[in-house]
C-alpha cells in the first residue's frame, strides 16, 4: 500500500520566522515528488516540485532524502499569506493512478 | 476566467437519489480526474480518463460513474447517494505534454448526503 505520511500539525509560528517540515513516503520506488498548497476550502495548487538535488524559489527550499524517504519543505522570512494547508505529493507509478497525496500539515502564520 | 470549472458548488441532496457533477476545463488538456477530499484523510482518486475514448477506475471508483463528454467536460455522477459519499470533490486536468504530475483543480463542489 501506498502511504504518504504528513504531521497534520498545526505548525503556529511568527510571521518572520523560519518553519520546515516534512514528509516521508513507503515505497522506495517512487519517482517524483511534490509540494501543493490548500487554502482552507480552495482547490490545492503546485507549490513546488522537489529535484534530488533539492530546489529553491524564492522564500521556499524543497529537498529530497531517497536514502531516508522523506521530502522537505523549508518556508523563510513566514509571511501571513503563507497561512495554508501544505500537502506532499509523491508519484510511485509514473501513471495518473500513481500520485499519492499525503493528508497535508496545516500552518498558520501569526502576527 | 476560471480555467477548470465546476458545478454545482454545493450540493445538498438525500439518500438515494441520482446527482451528477460537472467539470469544464478551457485549458486544452486531454487528461482529467475526479478525486475526493475527506477530512483527515487527504484526496483520493476516483476516475481518470486520458482522453474522450479512455476511463480509467481509480483507488475509490465504487458507487461513482463518469462520462467523458467531450474533451473539455468530465461528469461525475453518483447513482444512488449514501451518506458517507459526503465529501468535498475536486476535478483536476494535467497537461498530456507533460507529466500526470502537475495537476490542476477547479474549486470543488461540496457535496451533503442526508
Known amino acids: 500500500r501506498k502511504e504518504v505520511e504528513q504531521d497534520p500539525g498545526p505548525f503556529n509560528v511568527p510571521e518572520g520566522a523560519t518553519v520546515a517540515f516534512n514528509c516521508t513516503y513507503s515505497n522506495s520506488a517512487s519517482q517524483s515528488f511534490f509540494w501543493y498548497r490548500q487554502d482552507c476550502r480552495k482547490e490545492p495548487k503546485l507549490l513546488m516540485s522537489?529535484?534530488?538535488s533539492g530546489n529553491e524559489d524564492g522564500r521556499f527550499t524543497a529537498q529530497l532524502n531517497r536514502a531516508s524517504q522523506y521530502i522537505s519543505l523549508l518556508i523563510r522570512d513566514s509571511k501571513l499569506s503563507d497561512s495554508a494547508t501544505y500537502l506532499c505529493?509523491?508519484?510511485?507509478?509514473?501513471?495518473?493512478?500513481?500520485?499519492?497525496f499525503g493528508k497535508g500539515t496545516h500552518l498558520i502564520i501569526q502576527p | 476566467d476560471a480555467d477548470v470549472t465546476q458545478t454545482p458548488r454545493n450540493r445538498i441532496t438525500k439518500t438515494g437519489k441520482r446527482i451528477m457533477l460537472e467539470c469544464s476545463q478551457t485549458k486544452g488538456h486531454d487528461r482529467m480526474y475526479w478525486y475526493r477530499q475527506d477530512p483527515g484523510l487527504g484526496l483520493r482518486l476516483i476516475y481518470y480518463s486520458f482522453d474522450v475514448k479512455d476511463i480509467n477506475k481509480g483507488e475509490i471508483s465504487d458507487g461513482y460513474s463518469v462520462s467523458r463528454q467531450a474533451q473539455a467536460k468530465f461528469s461525475l455522477s453518483l447513482e444512488s447517494a449514501i451518506p458517507n459519499q459526503t465529501a468535498l470533490y475536486f476535478c483536476?486536468?494535467?497537461?498530456?505534454?507533460?507529466?500526470?504530475?502537475?495537476?490542476?483543480f477547479g474549486p470543488g463542489t461540496r457535496l451533503t448526503v442526508l
Open positions: 522537489v529535484y534530488s
Open positions: 505529493v509523491v508519484n510511485s507509478g509514473g501513471g495518473a493512478d500513481g500520485l499519492t
Open positions: 483536476a486536468t494535467s497537461d498530456p505534454r507533460g507529466p500526470a504530475d502537475t495537476q490542476y
